[in-house]
Protein backbone atom coordinates (compact mmCIF):
# COMPACT_ATOMS: atom_id res chain seq x y z
CA UNK A 1 0.00 0.00 0.00
CA UNK A 2 0.86 3.24 -1.19
CA UNK A 3 0.44 6.61 1.31
CA UNK A 4 -0.99 8.84 -1.07
CA UNK A 5 1.10 12.13 -1.10
CA UNK A 6 -0.58 15.77 -1.70
CA UNK A 7 1.88 18.47 -2.11
CA UNK A 8 1.33 22.28 -2.44
CA UNK A 9 4.03 24.02 -4.30
CA UNK A 10 3.38 27.61 -3.47
CA UNK A 11 5.85 29.01 -5.92
CA UNK A 12 6.84 32.45 -5.76
CA UNK A 13 3.79 33.87 -3.73
CA UNK A 14 2.53 34.20 0.02
CA UNK A 15 4.66 36.83 2.28
CA UNK A 16 4.46 35.90 5.79
CA UNK A 17 0.91 37.40 6.85
CA UNK A 18 -0.58 35.76 3.99
CA UNK A 19 1.60 32.32 4.39
CA UNK A 20 0.17 32.06 7.94
CA UNK A 21 -3.23 33.24 6.75
CA UNK A 22 -3.68 30.20 4.28
CA UNK A 23 -1.89 27.42 6.80
CA UNK A 24 -4.48 28.47 9.46
CA UNK A 25 -7.36 27.90 7.01
CA UNK A 26 -5.77 24.89 5.47
CA UNK A 27 -4.77 23.27 9.14
CA UNK A 28 -8.75 23.71 9.99
CA UNK A 29 -10.19 22.05 6.22
CA UNK A 30 -8.24 18.70 6.83
CA UNK A 31 -7.77 18.12 10.31
CA UNK A 32 -9.92 14.85 9.89
CA UNK A 33 -8.26 13.53 6.42
CA UNK A 34 -6.67 10.41 6.93
CA UNK A 35 -4.37 8.61 5.13
CA UNK A 36 -3.21 10.98 2.93
CA UNK A 37 0.08 13.09 3.70
CA UNK A 38 -0.20 16.47 3.39
CA UNK A 39 2.92 18.67 2.48
CA UNK A 40 3.22 22.47 1.93
CA UNK A 41 6.26 24.22 0.38
CA UNK A 42 6.35 27.86 0.58
CA UNK A 43 9.62 30.21 -0.72
CA UNK A 44 12.22 30.02 2.48
CA UNK A 45 11.60 33.05 3.88
CA UNK A 46 7.99 32.29 5.19
CA UNK A 47 9.48 28.58 6.41
CA UNK A 48 9.76 29.46 10.38
CA UNK A 49 6.45 31.47 10.12
CA UNK A 50 4.56 28.10 8.24
CA UNK A 51 6.51 26.08 10.59
CA UNK A 52 4.66 28.21 13.63
CA UNK A 53 1.13 27.80 11.89
CA UNK A 54 1.27 24.50 11.31
CA UNK A 55 2.21 23.28 14.84
CA UNK A 56 -0.04 20.22 15.90
CA UNK A 57 -0.81 19.48 12.69
CA UNK A 58 0.10 16.55 10.78
CA UNK A 59 0.84 18.63 7.43
CA UNK A 60 4.60 18.66 6.32
CA UNK A 61 6.95 21.27 5.01
CA UNK A 62 9.17 21.17 2.63
CA UNK A 63 11.81 23.31 0.77
CA UNK A 64 11.06 24.22 -2.55
CA UNK A 65 14.90 23.88 -3.48
CA UNK A 66 18.08 23.21 -1.72
CA UNK A 67 21.98 23.18 -2.60
CA UNK A 68 23.99 20.13 -2.60
CA UNK A 69 26.42 21.58 -0.48
CA UNK A 70 26.22 21.37 3.19
CA UNK A 71 27.76 25.15 3.96
CA UNK A 72 30.40 27.04 2.26
CA UNK A 73 30.97 29.84 0.03
CA UNK A 74 28.04 29.70 -1.83
CA UNK A 75 26.19 33.10 -1.90
CA UNK A 76 22.16 32.71 -2.31
CA UNK A 77 21.75 29.10 -1.66
CA UNK A 78 20.40 26.91 1.15
CA UNK A 79 21.62 23.92 2.46
CA UNK A 80 19.17 20.44 2.91
CA UNK A 81 20.91 20.57 6.90
CA UNK A 82 19.56 24.67 7.04
CA UNK A 83 15.97 23.20 5.56
CA UNK A 84 15.71 20.28 8.06
CA UNK A 85 16.68 23.29 10.62
CA UNK A 86 13.67 25.28 9.63
CA UNK A 87 11.81 22.37 10.17
CA UNK A 88 11.54 20.65 7.10
CA UNK A 89 10.39 17.10 6.02
CA UNK A 90 10.31 17.58 2.35
CA UNK A 91 12.19 19.42 -0.51
CA UNK A 92 11.45 19.69 -4.05
CA UNK A 93 14.49 19.17 -6.55
CA UNK A 94 14.19 19.52 -10.19
CA UNK A 95 11.17 21.36 -10.40
CA UNK A 96 10.65 22.29 -14.79
CA UNK A 97 10.97 25.97 -13.13
CA UNK A 98 13.66 25.56 -12.34
CA UNK A 99 15.12 23.60 -15.25
CA UNK A 100 13.95 26.20 -17.33
CA UNK A 101 15.07 29.49 -15.60
CA UNK A 102 17.38 27.99 -13.74
CA UNK A 103 19.74 25.70 -15.49
CA UNK A 104 18.97 22.94 -13.45
CA UNK A 105 20.23 19.57 -15.47
CA UNK A 106 19.86 16.14 -14.40
CA UNK A 107 23.02 15.88 -13.11
CA UNK A 108 22.51 18.98 -10.38
CA UNK A 109 19.38 16.79 -9.79
CA UNK A 110 20.95 14.15 -8.95
CA UNK A 111 23.52 15.93 -6.46
CA UNK A 112 20.70 17.72 -4.98
CA UNK A 113 18.93 14.21 -4.44
CA UNK A 114 21.74 12.96 -2.98
CA UNK A 115 22.41 15.57 -0.37
CA UNK A 116 18.92 16.07 0.48
CA UNK A 117 18.45 12.23 1.63
CA UNK A 118 21.61 12.47 3.65
CA UNK A 119 20.68 15.60 5.65
CA UNK A 120 17.48 13.08 6.45
CA UNK A 121 14.96 15.11 4.12
CA UNK A 122 12.76 13.30 1.36
CA UNK A 123 12.92 14.28 -2.15
CA UNK A 124 10.36 15.12 -4.53
CA UNK A 125 12.11 14.75 -7.75
CA UNK A 126 10.34 16.24 -10.51
CA UNK A 127 10.31 14.92 -14.26
CA UNK A 128 8.52 15.59 -17.05
CA UNK A 129 8.31 16.44 -21.16
CA UNK A 130 7.73 19.59 -22.84
CA UNK A 131 5.07 19.85 -25.39
CA UNK A 132 7.54 19.86 -27.72
CA UNK A 133 9.06 16.66 -27.04
CA UNK A 134 5.34 15.23 -26.24
CA UNK A 135 4.63 16.16 -30.34
CA UNK A 136 7.99 14.92 -31.27
CA UNK A 137 6.81 11.36 -29.91
CA UNK A 138 9.91 11.30 -27.70
CA UNK A 139 7.78 11.82 -23.79
CA UNK A 140 9.30 8.21 -22.88
CA UNK A 141 13.06 8.89 -24.53
CA UNK A 142 13.00 12.18 -22.34
CA UNK A 143 11.25 9.97 -18.79
CA UNK A 144 13.95 7.83 -19.32
CA UNK A 145 17.01 9.90 -19.40
CA UNK A 146 15.71 11.96 -16.57
CA UNK A 147 15.15 9.02 -14.36
CA UNK A 148 18.56 7.52 -15.39
CA UNK A 149 20.23 10.45 -14.52
CA UNK A 150 18.45 11.96 -11.55
CA UNK A 151 18.48 8.38 -9.84
CA UNK A 152 21.63 7.41 -10.40
CA UNK A 153 23.87 5.74 -7.71
CA UNK A 154 20.94 5.92 -5.46
CA UNK A 155 19.92 2.17 -3.98
CA UNK A 156 16.84 0.67 -3.58
CA UNK A 157 16.98 1.69 -0.02
CA UNK A 158 17.74 4.95 -1.07
CA UNK A 159 14.17 5.25 -2.80
CA UNK A 160 12.10 4.73 0.01
CA UNK A 161 13.11 8.61 0.65
CA UNK A 162 12.15 9.83 -2.72
CA UNK A 163 8.77 10.55 -4.46
CA UNK A 164 8.39 11.02 -7.86
CA UNK A 165 6.49 14.33 -9.70
CA UNK A 166 5.59 13.58 -13.18
CA UNK A 167 5.11 16.85 -14.69
CA UNK A 168 4.47 17.37 -17.71
CA UNK A 169 5.69 21.07 -18.51
CA UNK A 170 3.09 21.52 -21.10
CA UNK A 171 0.07 21.10 -18.13
CA UNK A 172 2.16 23.18 -15.41
CA UNK A 173 0.15 26.33 -14.41
CA UNK A 174 -1.65 26.54 -18.23
CA UNK A 175 -4.92 25.05 -17.25
CA UNK A 176 -4.47 21.73 -19.32
CA UNK A 177 -4.50 18.85 -17.59
CA UNK A 178 -3.16 15.56 -18.96
CA UNK A 179 -6.20 13.04 -19.45
CA UNK A 180 -6.46 10.47 -16.78
CA UNK A 181 -5.23 7.65 -19.63
CA UNK A 182 -2.46 10.07 -20.36
CA UNK A 183 -0.98 10.52 -16.50
CA UNK A 184 -1.65 6.82 -15.96
CA UNK A 185 0.37 5.71 -19.07
CA UNK A 186 3.67 7.81 -18.02
CA UNK A 187 3.15 6.97 -14.88
CA UNK A 188 2.98 3.36 -15.67
CA UNK A 189 6.03 3.97 -17.42
CA UNK A 190 8.49 5.64 -14.69
CA UNK A 191 7.09 2.82 -12.31
CA UNK A 192 8.69 0.40 -15.06
CA UNK A 193 12.02 2.24 -15.60
CA UNK A 194 12.03 2.36 -11.95
CA UNK A 195 12.16 -1.44 -11.75
CA UNK A 196 14.73 -1.68 -14.48
CA UNK A 197 16.72 0.80 -12.27
CA UNK A 198 16.52 -0.50 -8.85
CA UNK A 199 14.28 -3.71 -9.54
CA UNK A 200 10.50 -4.39 -8.68
CA UNK A 201 9.51 -4.50 -5.04
CA UNK A 202 11.61 -0.47 -5.22
CA UNK A 203 9.39 0.10 -8.25
CA UNK A 204 6.50 -1.06 -6.34
CA UNK A 205 6.75 1.09 -3.58
CA UNK A 206 7.97 4.45 -4.88
CA UNK A 207 4.97 6.82 -4.46
CA UNK A 208 4.51 8.27 -8.40
CA UNK A 209 2.55 11.86 -8.09
CA UNK A 210 1.33 13.67 -11.31
CA UNK A 211 1.55 17.13 -11.24
CA UNK A 212 -0.12 19.87 -14.13
CA UNK A 213 -3.17 22.26 -13.47
CA UNK A 214 -4.41 19.74 -10.55
CA UNK A 215 -7.91 21.04 -9.52
CA UNK A 216 -10.50 20.41 -7.26
CA UNK A 217 -12.26 18.84 -10.33
CA UNK A 218 -9.97 16.47 -11.81
CA UNK A 219 -7.88 15.15 -8.59
CA UNK A 220 -10.68 11.95 -8.42
CA UNK A 221 -10.27 10.83 -11.64
CA UNK A 222 -6.25 10.87 -11.60
CA UNK A 223 -6.84 8.84 -8.11
CA UNK A 224 -8.42 6.44 -9.55
CA UNK A 225 -5.53 5.38 -11.61
CA UNK A 226 -3.40 2.40 -10.50
CA UNK A 227 -0.19 4.48 -10.85
CA UNK A 228 -0.80 7.73 -9.42
CA UNK A 229 -0.28 8.32 -5.80
CA UNK A 230 -1.01 11.86 -5.28
CA UNK A 231 -0.11 15.36 -6.83
CA UNK A 232 1.97 18.11 -6.58
CA UNK A 233 -0.23 21.23 -6.67
CA UNK A 234 0.67 24.90 -8.08
CA UNK A 235 -1.78 27.04 -8.40
CA UNK A 236 -4.82 25.41 -6.56
CA UNK A 237 -2.31 25.37 -3.62
CA UNK A 238 -2.86 28.86 -3.07
CA UNK A 239 -6.46 28.80 -1.73
CA UNK A 240 -6.72 27.03 1.99
CA UNK A 241 -10.44 25.71 0.53
CA UNK A 242 -8.73 24.57 -3.15
CA UNK A 243 -6.08 22.59 -1.65
CA UNK A 244 -8.04 20.95 1.41
CA UNK A 245 -10.69 19.86 -1.33
CA UNK A 246 -7.84 18.30 -3.47
CA UNK A 247 -6.19 16.91 -0.02
CA UNK A 248 -9.99 15.52 0.40
CA UNK A 249 -10.22 13.34 -2.89
CA UNK A 250 -11.07 10.09 -1.21
C1 LIG B 1 3.63 22.89 -10.09
O1 LIG B 1 4.03 24.02 -9.82
O2 LIG B 1 4.32 21.92 -9.78
C2 LIG B 1 2.35 22.74 -10.78
C3 LIG B 1 1.97 21.55 -11.12
O3 LIG B 1 1.63 23.89 -11.03
P1 LIG B 1 0.07 23.98 -11.45
O4 LIG B 1 -0.69 23.05 -10.52
O5 LIG B 1 -0.29 25.41 -11.26
O6 LIG B 1 -0.02 23.52 -12.86
Known amino acids: MR ?9 LFKKRAEAR ?18 VVAPVFTVLAAVKGALDGSAIKLAGQDCFWEEEGAYTGEISPGMLVDAGCSHVIIGHSERRQYFGETDETVNRKIKAALK ?16 EAGTTFDVLRTQL ?78 PDIDGALVGGASLKADSFAAIASFS
Open 3 to 11: TPVIAGNWK
Open 148 to 225: NGGLAGLSADDLKDVIIAYEPVWAIGTGKTATDAQAQEAHAFIRGVVSELLGKPAAEAVRILYGGSVKPENIKGLMTQ
Open 21 to 38: ELVNGLVSLVKDVQGVEI
Open 119 to 134: AGLAAIACIGESLAER
